[in-house]
Nanobody, 121 residues
Framework: QVQVVESGGGLVQPGGSLRLSCVVSGTFFGVNGMGWYRQVSGQEREWVAGGTSGGTSRVADSVKDRFTYSRDNGKTTIYLQMNNLKPEDTAVYYC???????????????WGQGTQVTVSS
């Protein structure tokens, strides 16, 4: 079983900061690409940031001056540091992980349940 669990969401005032975490756990051979997405109710899910197990990463142009993506050395945890948050950042933030469950298999995508971020005064 592979589990993807996000944490760190909450209510914050405009201009505030939050740090989201995503942990992949369970039994698997390895974790490759991981990323953050966000979704506002009634809208499509939007890619925010992501990276490979090799260390390359990108952040969406719309937030790159405020959000930072990072990944731990163990490569099963990623973070999203969000600064100077704005009301339009309000969304459910999801983590996706490309996991090779067994060596002889291709990567499979696993999603977390999401963590709510609300930016409001």
């Amino acid at each position: 079983q592979v589990q993807v669990v996000e944490s760190g969401g909450g209510l914050v005032q405009p201009g505030g900061s939050l740090r989201l975490s995503c942990v992949v756990s369970g039994t698997f051979f390895g974790v490759n690409g991981m990323g953050w997405y966000r979704q506002v109710s009634g809208q499509e899910r939007e890619w925010v940031a992501g990276g490979t197990s090799g260390g390359t990463s990108r952040v969406a142009d719309s937030v790159k001056d405020r959000f930072t993506y990072s990944r731990d050395n163990g490569k099963t945890t990623i973070y999203l540091q969000m600064n100077n948050l704005k009301p339009e950042d309000t969304a459910v933030y999801y983590c996706k992980a490309a996991v090779r469950v067994r060596l002889q298999e291709k990567n499979r995508e696993f999603w977390g349940q999401g963590t709510q971020v609300t930016v409001s005064s």
